[in-house]
């Protein structure tokens, strides 16, 4: 009988679990036996493992087998442990010293012919490898540079089984072959930086983005083909300031689980946009997926921008699944393989027409829609959904007299501004702009005088604003102090934010 023993880590969501990777050849009939609440594609290593070690050059024990990946009792997916499966049973032969890898994490795929390749979710499997005091990491060439992103880290990088084996003191000829190429990432090409000055009138639309980007608002858009929906839309992200080092590992570590990372560029800095088109599912927008679900748009557009073009076209199920990252800024995800944590605290950005054909301007006379027709179209953004959307805009057709306004580069500094105020008057707090604070906080901050916020108790008792939505109400007030300078809103502030929410219907 025979013990060897390694390293590795399973992702659960964001999650990572060092496993310990254990394999026990006992004298008895060959064979080879994997336990430890494998998925499909990890029960499929056997095969790999026993392919790649013979293209090494080595013989496999021949004996019986048995890999257990502990906690066992933790789901475990992906092809991420077959260098580490290899690695403990090639210890338990006595093919490589065991002390030597019993320490060390090895994360990677193998290939048939001892290659090893990269595997999505590097940057977060290290990280939990560093946390639990695991700082030896071996992984494939590809991954070399995504790995190295963790502080702390002391990474090395691989391109076969062999050379593994070989630094663990095997005696194994390694091949001269070349590195197995990273999965390719689809990359968004652009010739030019979207500017704010493309935009041509829309003083307020523009002024509703800007309130947006400084206190990380929510943002409703409505108005007729045409009039600059998306092209504000995609300006957002052009305005936000760039994220802080917690925040960049954070969605660098989300787009590496989900497979849309390269590392050749370091840490995701700027923040991220997604404009999902309104044919997508619920798991391609929320997540999901076979097994442990992966993130889907919402989680890869955390501390950025989720951009839904002619949002009533979405389907009522993605919608409606949009409420609780818009409220906890994660999404908890169920399946029967397991439950998954995704971060998910976006900028949600909608654009509407005003009814199906779109023409509903004015009095309307070009609008061939029926009334009910108009009302169920706008009626799939339901109430509850809304209720969570601080700013809410109309747009109109611009004029030929209309001029362009400021560039995205002179809005960025007064909204850089306006964070570094909000930054100091959270500083020990755990929120970092004003969307994120509690109504209560703002209300004891605003003193007794209760004529400051009369327009707002009016718009409650009428029943045009929610208490929810009061208490949003005053994040945006508070935003448009910030932009102006102010160290705290006034009332023209209070009302000018209920007008920004409830479209000119509650001021």
Known sequence: ???????????????????????????????????????????????????????????????????????????????????????????????????????????????????????????????????????????????????????????????????????HGAPVEVPDVPAAPAEPVAARVSAFDPDLSDVVGQDEARLCLEVAAAGSHHLLMVGPPGTGKTMLAARLPGILPDLVEDEAVEVTAIHSVAGTFDPGGGLLRRPPYEDPHHTATPASVIGGGSGVPRPGAASRAHRGVLFLDEAPEFTTAVLQTLRQPLEHGELVLHRAAGTARYPAQFQL??????????????????????????????????????????????????????????????????????????????????????????????????????????????????????????DRVLRVAWTLADLAGRTAPGRSDVGRALALRTRGRGA
């Open 1 to 167: 009988m025979a013990l060897g023993a390694t390293l590795s880590v399973a992702l659960v969501g964001m999650v990572g679990h060092v496993v310990e990777v254990e394999a026990h050849l006992a004298a008895a009939l060959p064979a080879f036996t994997l336990v430890g609440l494998p998925d499909a594609s990890l029960a499929e290593s056997r095969d790999r493992v026993r392919a790649a070690v013979a293209s090494c050059g080595l013989t496999w024990p021949n004996r019986r087998v048995t890999v257990n990946l502990s906690p066992a009792t933790l789901p475990k997916s992906g092809s991420g442990f077959d260098l580490a499966i290899a690695v403990a049973t090639l210890a338990g032969a006595g093919v490589v010293d065991l002390p030597r890898v019993r320490g060390v994490v090895h994360l990677g795929e193998l290939g048939l012919d001892g290659r090893l390749r990269p595997v999505r979710g590097i940057l977060p499997a290290v990280a939990a490898a560093v946390a639990a005091g695991h700082p030896d990491v071996v992984v494939p060439e590809a991954s070399v540079a995504e790995a190295s992103l963790v502080p702390g880290a002391r990474v090395r990088g691989a391109r076969t089984l062999a050379a593994v084996l070989a630094a």
């Open 349 to 470: 950005v909608l654009a509407a027409n005003p009814c199906p054909c779109g023409m509903a301007v004015g009095k309307g006379l070009d609008c061939t829609c029926r009334p009910e027709q108009r009302r169920r179209y706008l009626g799939k953004l339901s109430g509850p959904l809304l209720d969570r959307v601080d700013l809410q805009v109309e747009l109109q057709p611009s004029r030929a007299t209309d001029r362009t306004g400021d560039s995205s580069d002179q809005v960025a500094r007064r909204v850089a501004a306006a964070r570094a105020a909000q930054a100091e008057r959270f500083a020990g707090l755990p929120w970092r702009t004003c969307a994120q604070v509690p109504g209560a906080w703002l209300r004891e901050r605003l003193g007794p005088d209760r004529a400051l916020v009369a327009d707002l108790d009016r718009a409650v008792d009428r029943g045009t604003l929610s208490r929810r939505g009061a």
